[in-house]
């Protein structure tokens, strides 16, 4: 990918925005994308939202995550688009995410099924115990 990314926090990334982004990646699928007001509420509770855009201002990828800035940071999601995964994109938000979050945080997150290999790849630890109630 010889494209220039540019990171940025984006607080009031809009809603339509983000939703074509989780299309355009592997999340759509376990996201309410056909809920924009539920969409927009998921940004508006968040205290981080990390965007790669190309040198063209196209959104590739987005971090969405919710911290305490002191203890832990949860990578609530991370999307790429399809087109653009391989190239180090999904590594680097994350990376800005915790950097502004705190690197003294403990950064967690649970893996989508089809990217649970992805982690190990790029150093990050496996914790056998999470535990979690359903919607309802």
């Known amino acids: 990918m010889s494209k220039q990314m540019n990171y940025v926090i984006e607080p009031e990334l809009p809603p339509t925005e983000f939703i074509d982004v989780l299309r355009r990646s592997t999340l759509a699928e376990r996201r309410p994308v056909d809920d924009s007001a539920r969409i927009a509420k998921m940004l508006a509770g968040a205290d981080l939202v990390v965007t790669a855009r190309d040198a063209d201002g196209t959104l590739v990828g987005v971090s969405r995550a ?4 002191a ?5 609530s999601d991370l999307a790429v688009d399809v087109a653009h995964q391989g190239h180090g994109i999904g590594r680097k938000l994350i990376h800005v995410t915790h950097e502004h979050a705190g690197l003294e945080t403990r950064l967690i997150l649970l893996a989508a099924p089809a990217a649970a290999s992805y982690y190990p790849h790029i150093e990050m630890e496996q914790h056998d115990s999470c535990w979690m109630i359903p919607p309802q």
Do not use: E, N, Q, S
Request: hydrophobic share 35%; net charge negative.
């Open 66 to 69: 919710i911290t305490d800035f």
């Open 71 to 75: 203890y832990c940071t949860y990578l």
